[in-house]
């Protein structure tokens, strides 16, 4: 059984970081693309960050310069480390496993919420 559980959302206020992970189970981990997305109330879910095999990072435009996606092959994990946090950045936050890399997702975390107060 294929299993993504997030963790660290919290909430801080306007300027703080927090440090999200993802442990997955049940895949062989090494072999898939990472993502984070995230959603807000009556807003369009969106990609936050995604990593590739060998590490290669892209990010969405809101978040560069300000979050640093990285994964722990031997570990099984992800993570995301957000710095500088806005308010716009609350959200629910998801990690997803993507095999072909393709961004359609084929495993799904069951999110850990992220509240930024100004």
């Known amino acids: 059984q294929v299993q993504l559980v997030e963790s660290g959302g919290g909430s801080v206020q306007s300027g703080g970081s927090l440090r999200l992970s993802c442990t997955a189970s049940?895949?062989?981990?090494?072999?898939?693309?990472m993502a984070w997305l995230r959603q807000a109330p009556g807003k369009e879910r969106e990609r936050v960050a995604r990593?590739?095999?060998?590490?290669?990072?892209i990010y969405h435009d809101s978040v560069q310069g300000r979050f640093i996606i990285s994964r722990d092959n031997a570990n099984n994990a992800l993570y995301l480390q957000m710095n500088y946090l806005k308010p716009e950045d609350t959200a629910m936050y998801y990690c997803?496993?993507?095999?072909?890399?393709?961004?359609?997702?084929?495993?799904w975390g069951k999110g850990t919420q992220v509240t930024v107060s100004s």
């Open positions: 997803a496993a993507d095999q072909w890399c393709n961004a359609n997702y084929d495993y």
């Open positions: 049940g895949i062989t981990y090494r072999l898939y693309c």
């Open positions: 990593i590739e095999l060998l590490g290669n990072a």
